[in-house]
């Protein structure tokens, strides 16, 4: 041993508590310990000054050298200082012990209790290769976002190109929303892993964070209605399968992904109408802002296909399809959602829409063409904000029909005007709640005015 100028060697140590022991970080448990096992081979604390800073990075060396306020205490650069290797190996009831590593993602915890065992081979103040470590439990939890999966896990710890890695690994697993009481989704497989910028213990590393969620159940699509802002649109049976994949960073804050979902079977209702059949739904997020859960959704997808319309229960059209495309746009995920986009339209025919402005059967039997013309393109603006859906200035082409309207659904009143015309006659509708009213006497006209009235709570996305 050398007190002043040299090293400090010790080892090797052997460390048993088998009575239980509370590990604590900032005056909080971190974590409780019902056994546990520590050996220290050789481990070496550099005492010599010259040596010290020659090895350290530039930001220890700061804040080693930096005088600290009054009171302060630096509690990261006496790590600098340390090089060997450590064995432990304890039955945890938390993981608190990891807090420090992800602090610069307060959108990430990590949870649970399980058998932990850890090598650490460390160098002036950096992981080294042959770290390890590896913690397994039953009942594991990992929240991203605001999104938080339990299950039985295993946590893999280690180094890959000199950057630390660590791996949640689930074998059996239920996906929960923050402030839902139950899960929305049931898989077999998830993974989350967790990459340092850097080795060092010194600083607090910059992460980057990948989730891959495989092809999982969603035993029950009404789950999702938590995440639609109005009453008047709901999810009314159904299930599914999901799968994503999540990159985020704290570096830049930012995020991308996607998300795919898929049923066989769905229902939805919205006032009187009714749909049920397929449903597939590809949302391309990128252009990530965590710190608001803003992504852009350019090349995002919504499909339907076999889908029988209803209107009061009575059977307006089988076997109906349609596909929106958004062109640009943003999305907050909420619950609710909160998005504003610009989207392309394919519809089989304008069934969907002109029951929602028919008032019963023999209203739409008298559209006669109009319903019968297929193959209609067009585009809108989707709006979703604070209680409002809002179609605006959506606009429908086809075999000599153009369509265009406004339609607004929101918790108070429900307004909508539409236009039509084929074959040079024309025709335009309106409705206020469940009172619609038809006319073909000056349709243009009278669509305009009835349009410039159809206002709503005017949504203003904090996107």
């Not at 990261?76 to 993981?95: H, K, M, P, S």
């Not at 929960?176 to 080795?199: C, F």
């Not at 999702?224 to 009314?236: H, K, Q, R, S």
């Not at 209803?310 to 609710?336: A, T």
Request: aromatic fraction near 6%.
């Amino acid at each position: 041993m050398e007190t002043r100028r040299g090293p400090i060697e010790v080892g090797p140590i052997r460390l048993r508590f088998d009575d239980g022991a509370e590990v604590f970080r900032d005056d909080q448990r971190a974590a409780s310990l019902s056994r546990l096992e520590a050996s220290i081979e050789a481990f070496t604390v550099v005492r010599d000054r010259d040596r010290r800073r020659a090895a350290l990075p530039a930001q220890a060396e700061e804040e080693m050298e930096s005088p600290a306020p009054a009171g302060a205490v630096n509690r990261l650069a006496w790590v600098a200082q340390l090089a060997g290797t450590l064995d432990l190996e304890a039955e945890t009831a938390g993981v608190g012990w990891l807090d420090a590593y992800l602090s610069r993602a307060d959108w990430l915890e990590l949870e649970g209790s399980g058998h932990l065992v850890v090598r650490l081979e460390v160098e002036r103040g950096e992981l080294r290769p042959g770290t390890r470590l590896v913690f397994e439990g039953e009942d594991i939890g990992v929240r991203y976002l605001d999104y938080r999966a339990r299950g039985r896990a295993e946590l893999v710890g280690d180094l890959e190109d000199g950057r630390p890695q660590l791996d949640a690994r689930f074998r059996g697993f239920e996906l929960e929303r923050e402030l839902q009481e139950a899960p929305y989704v049931r898989g077999d497989e998830l993974s989350v892993r967790i990459s340092a910028r850097d080795a060092s213990l010194v600083r607090l590393p910059e992460l980057d964070v990948t989730v891959d969620l495989p092809w999982s159940e969603v035993p029950d699509l009404r789950a999702y209605n938590v995440y639609l802002p109005v009453d008047e649109l709901a999810i009314t049976g159904g299930r599914g399968r999901v799968r994503a994949r999540f990159e985020l960073e704290t570096a830049e804050s930012a995020g991308r992904g996607w998300v795919e979902l898929e049923s066989d079977r769905f229902e939805l209702r919205s006032g009187e109408l009714g749909l049920a059949g397929r449903l597939h739904v590809v949302a391309q997020l990128g252009e990530g802002e965590i710190a608001s859960r803003s992504f852009g959704l350019s090349g995002s997808t919504l499909e339907l296909s076999g889908i029988t319309v209803r209107r009061q229960g009575e059977i307006v059209n089988e076997n109906w399809h349609g596909e929106l495309g958004f062109e640009r746009g943003r999305l907050r995920l909420g619950p609710p959602f909160v998005g504003d986009a610009e989207v392309s339209l394919e519809l089989a025919d304008a069934s969907p829409l002109l029951a929602y402005f028919a008032e019963r059967r023999p209203k739409l039997s008298r559209l006669g063409r109009v319903l019968r013309v297929r193959d209609i393109t067009g585009s809108a603006r989707i709006v979703l904000d604070r209680g409002t859906l809002l179609f605006d200035r959506f606009e429908l082409h086809g075999d000599r029909l153009d369509l265009e309207g406004r339609l607004c659904l929101s918790a108070g009143t429900d307004r909508g005007a539409l236009y039509a015309k084929s074959l040079g006659i024309g025709m335009a509708a309106e409705f206020v709640d469940r009172d619609r009213r038809w006319t073909v006497i000056r349709p243009r006209h009278w669509y305009e005015k009835r349009r410039q009235q159809v206002r709503c709570l005017e949504p203003t996305p904090s996107l």
